[in-house]
């Protein structure tokens, strides 16, 4: 049986455009743009989750505002729950840890770059409400 993974995903607003993060050659999905976050560790909430994973990978501090979705995506390495949030940063800093680009786009661009399957809806339901 698939492992079955619950990750969390920030939708990073500033200015009226979102944070795009590329995700680096040497992982899964390689080149695919995603909102940044992760795995959401054993008794941790997803808010925690995804501040901690956004200090992690871009030493970035953020504030956890409203959902956005959840998605549930079958890969072939496993099934992937992705909940994401839309996101304030607290310091203007970002510094790229694991992912090898990162972009801010408007909402209406959001479909000109290769999302991870599993951000799909996401965006979707994103550009839909822009």
């Known amino acids: 049986m698939k492992k079955y993974i619950k990750v969390v995903g920030a939708v990073i607003v500033k200015e009226g455009k979102i944070l795009c993060a590329q995700r680096n050659e040497h992982t899964s999905l390689p080149l ?3 909102f940044p976050g992760g795995k959401i ?3 941790e909430t997803p808010e925690d989750a995804l501040k ?3 200090m992690e990978e871009m030493k970035c501090e953020i504030t956890v505002g409203d ?3 959840t ?3 079958e890969y072939d390495f496993a099934t992937i729950e992705l909940t994401t949030f ?3 940063m607290v310091n203007d800093r970002i510094i790229l840890e694991e ?3 990162m972009k801010w786009l ?3 661009e959001l479909g000109t770059i290769e999302w991870a399957p599993a951000d799909v809806e996401a965006v979707e339901k994103i550009m839909k409400n822009a």
């Open 32 to 34: 695919m743009w995603e």
């Open 41 to 43: 560790e054993e008794n």
């Open 52 to 54: 901690r994973e956004l």
């Open 67 to 69: 959902k956005v979705a």
């Open 71 to 73: 998605t549930v995506h």
């Open 86 to 88: 839309y996101s304030e």
């Open 99 to 101: 992912h090898i680009d």
């Open 106 to 108: 408007a909402p209406k």
